[in-house]
């Protein structure tokens, strides 16, 4: 199943990458969003430089729906891993992420993009504004209620990065 959202901020790609690369801001997202157990592993450069490296873990409660209890447990670890190239490619900064939750047969990846917004006079970029666009895949490899495990993770999926945005928008504000 296929993942997308986008998300418009009224501060630039410059600001906006260096709150997704704030370990603090990492952290509190999570609190913010309910989970226990936070712990951000890793928040900064790789060894070669290349890249951006974020790995967050934490506990996750889920509603589970009737069918899936036998197969997915009410609280599941979460890790997340997002890497950014470290160099801007055309004054966009580009990434990938991952999500694994442990014991559970799914599988969730894709790709980050925060550029420039544009003026809705002139539809040209503007230094003042950015989106961050994400997609993705969630795929479940489990007979018979795979695809109502694909349904909820997505769900999920669709709920956390709103809850998160709304969160970044707060931390923007100063407001958090």
């Known amino acids: 199943m296929d993942l997308q959202t986008q998300y418009e ?15 603090e801001y ?10 226990r157990n936070v712990e951000v592993l890793e928040c900064g450069p790789t060894a070669d430089g290349a890249s951006i490296r974020i790995v967050s873990r934490r506990t996750v409660a889920v509603e589970v729906p009737g069918v899936l209890k036998r197969v997915l447990p009410a609280t599941n670890t979460v890790t997340q891993t997002d890497q950014w190239d470290a160099e801007p490619q055309d004054g966009a900064r580009v990434g990938t992420w991952t999500v694994d939750i442990k014991g ?57 990065t709103a809850q998160e945005q709304d969160f970044s928008y707060r931390w923007l504000a100063g407001k958090v």
């Not at 901020?9 to 370990?23: E, L, N, Q, S, Y």
């Open 9 to 23: 901020f009224d501060k630039g790609v410059d600001a906006v990458f260096a709150m997704f690369t704030d370990d």
């Open 104 to 160: 559970v047969p799914i599988h969730l990846s894709g790709s980050m993009r925060l550029e420039a917004g544009t003026s809705e006079k002139t539809g040209k970029p503007v230094k003042t504004k950015s989106i961050e666009t994400i997609d993705g895949v969630v795929k479940a490899s489990l007979p018979l209620v795979g695809g109502k495990l694909e349904k909820l993770a997505y769900g999920n999926f669709m709920d956390a």
């Open 26 to 35: 990492q952290r509190q997202k999570l609190v913010d969003a309910g989970h």
